[in-house]
């Protein structure tokens, strides 16, 4: 028979995870979708199972199913995460994440199924982060697609009903990717400048470290503008949204992926955008673009030249620097809370976990709160014994000396550093828990962070480089348009035993004087309507230690959303404004930061030369 006619003999029901009428438990996870394909449903109940999730599909025609489930076994020597489906009330005989495979599909059996609706339940086992993608239906047994690439990608669409090319998401003065205190920045002044912006995030919230779901407390040089986005309501979640929400001229478009860029000759006049529940891919226009990702995804899209790791001594003649170049950067780091209950309770074993945190007992280090890190936790065994040799440059090695994936590639390998980090963290409670039994009979799991704290990317090589000489001999350009404050923040990996542990860490003040930041700095050379603020400007590994402060990086926002203004009003690229705008930008950053005493071209008032 024709592969026309084949449609007419099989039929082929694609259920995806994140389209599930009802989580339960169950946590949407969307973080990883650029490295294995697809957001999907994570089990994160800190040992204790989850709620069952369920959703209901159409069965057009009766008959026999072939059921193929993606799921992942994220420690294939003990298969933590292991989890069951079950489909019109039969739950299929397979334990699913148990198979020692990374993301696949597992042949979870047949089942019989008549015309009509039908309930689809994922019931999970352990409480450990199982997690699954999507379920997918079948009359053949043709395995599905497993590769990450178009193909796969297109085969998706087909099923979901999805149309093959983006929709349009309207046009726009200004495209902002990343919504953390940066972009919320960028978009914030651009439409107080009378911009029409999109905001495009690819998370539920807006923050990105500083957010809810991480917890950080923007460092650096705030200001009011920054104050007031980073303010936290009574459950920790920041200001930013209902700012934003405010401005009319301000679109934010959350939980939506950056996977693509549209380029005319030199200029960007597109990005593509896939949302994370629908798998809806849209395309925004724009005339001007700001990356505030911290990943630098619109210049690696476009091809931007970028640069990556440590540079040697030699290339910039910095004293902070390594004698030889180092292709690493620093790592993620996942936060955590515990808590005291009134009364007993277990924890699970998890030699899968001990593995990792092997006799780490020291569960210092916590988020009390979002904005309060650094908190002290309990400590048990020898551990209360203090390594005088990780105190050396620390009084308190806490919260960020938990950071794992220095040398692995962020992009491709995020999900294996969370992973990593998550076995360090149940490891290192559950021999707290175990070492001291009655002293922590009632120590509990509050909380575990899903998303970590991002750590470094690539960097852009703008049209300047800002370096550690220039910020620690307060070097004047003359075309300042931002100024930055903070230590030098250095992450030295390789604990001579537990590899989720810094070193050391190197907190330089300095002088503790602010410094320039060139507006060289702070645009591609290469892609002429695209710029970029916070942890990924064109600076060295060294300079970027200090830079790359949420609170800095939103002075950068500040001044890119001035400049898309001035570039609108002049039709002028940004490497052109320095010829006969720059004192524009000035007077935009001032009006819509409300500090007229700050002036980008004058000293600041914490500012004196010796």
Avoid at 2 to 11: A, F, T, V, Y
Avoid at 224 to 244: K, Q, W, Y
Avoid at 393 to 415: C, I, N, Q, S, V
Avoid at 426 to 451: I, Q, S
């Amino acid at each position: 028979m024709s592969p026309s006619r084949e449609p007419q003999r099989h039929h082929h029901i694609l259920v995806e995870a994140e389209e599930f009428d009802d989580y339960g438990g169950w946590t949407l996870d969307s973080q990883f979708e650029s490295e294995m394909g697809s957001p999907y449903l994570l089990a994160h109940g800190l040992g204790i199972p989850v709620g069952d999730a369920s959703t209901t599909v159409d069965v057009e025609r009766a008959g026999s199913y072939r059921v193929w489930v993606r799921a992942k076994d994220w420690v294939p020597s003990h298969h933590p995460g292991r989890f069951t489906v079950s489909i019109g009330g039969e739950r299929l005989p397979v334990e699913l994440g148990a198979n020692g495979r990374d993301w696949s599909w597992e042949n979870a059996g047949r089942v019989e199924l008549a015309a009509g609706r039908v309930t689809i339940r994922l019931t999970d086992l352990t409480g450990f982060d199982g997690r699954c993608d999507a379920i997918y239906l079948t009359t053949t047994d043709a395995e599905p697609p497993n590769a990450i690439d178009p193909e796969a990608r297109a085969w998706r669409r087909q099923l979901r009903g999805l149309p093959d090319h983006p929709a349009d998401g309207g046009s726009f003065d200004l495209v902002v990717a990343g919504g953390g205190v940066t972009g919320s920045a960028a978009a914030l002044a651009a439409g107080r400048l009378g911009l029409k912006v999109a905001l495009i995030q690819n998370r539920p919230v807006l923050g990105g470290n500083a957010s809810i779901e991480i917890g950080l407390t923007p460092r650096g040089e705030t200001g009011p503008l920054i104050t007031a986005l980073t303010a936290r309501s009574r459950n920790g979640d920041l200001a930013a949204l209902e700012l934003l929400r405010a401005e009319p001229t301000v679109s934010v478009f959350l939980d939506h992926q950056v996977f693509g860029v549209v380029r005319d000759g030199d200029r960007i006049v597109a990005v593509d955008a896939r949302q994370a529940h629908s798998g809806r891919e849209i395309r925004f226009r724009g005339a001007m673009f700001i990356d505030c990702t911290g990943t630098a995804i619109l210049g690696i899209l476009a091809g931007a030249e970028t640069m990556f790791g440590y540079e040697s001594r030699a290339e910039f003649d910095e004293p902070l620097a390594p004698d030889k170049r180092v292709d690493s950067h620093h790592g993620n780091t996942l936060f955590f809370r515990t808590r005291e209950l009134d009364h007993p309770c277990g924890f699970p074993d998890v030699p899968w976990a001990v593995e990792v945190a092997q006799d780490f007992a020291n569960l210092g280090g916590q988020l009390e709160r979002p904005g309060v890190d650094n908190a002290a936790g309990p400590v048990a065994g020898p551990a209360r014994t203090p390594d005088p040799d990780v105190r050396r440059r620390m009084l308190k090695p806490l919260t960020h000396f938990w950071e794992y994936g220095h040398d692995l590639d962020p992009y491709t390998e995020a999900e294996h550093i969370r992973d990593h980090l998550l076995r360090a963290v149940y490891g290192t409670f559950a021999n707290v828990k175990t070492l001291e039994p009655e002293t922590y009979a009632n120590l509990a799991l509050d909380w575990v962070a899903v998303v970590p704290g991002q750590g470094e990317f690539r960097r852009y090589k703008g049209a300047y480089v800002l370096t550690e000489n220039d910020i620690r001999e307060h070097r004047r350009f003359d075309d300042t348009v931002a100024w930055n404050s903070g230590a030098f923040c250095l992450h030295y990996p390789g604990h001579e035993k537990y590899d989720f542990r810094l070193r050391d860490w190197k907190w330089d003040t300095r002088d503790g004087r602010p410094f320039e930041v060139p507006f060289r700095c702070l645009y591609s050379p290469e892609i002429e309507n695209l710029m970029m603020a916070g942890k990924h400007i064109s600076v060295t590994h060294v300079a970027g230690s200090v830079t790359k402060f949420m609170g800095n990086g939103g002075q950068h926002a500040i001044a890119t959303a001035a400049a898309a203004k001035v570039c609108l009003d002049h039709d002028v690229t940004p490497r052109e404004i320095r010829d006969a705008h720059l004192e524009e930008i000035r007077e935009a950053v001032a009006e819509v930061t409300g500090r007229s005493d700050v002036r980008a071209d004058r000293p600041h008032p914490r500012y004196s030369a010796s």
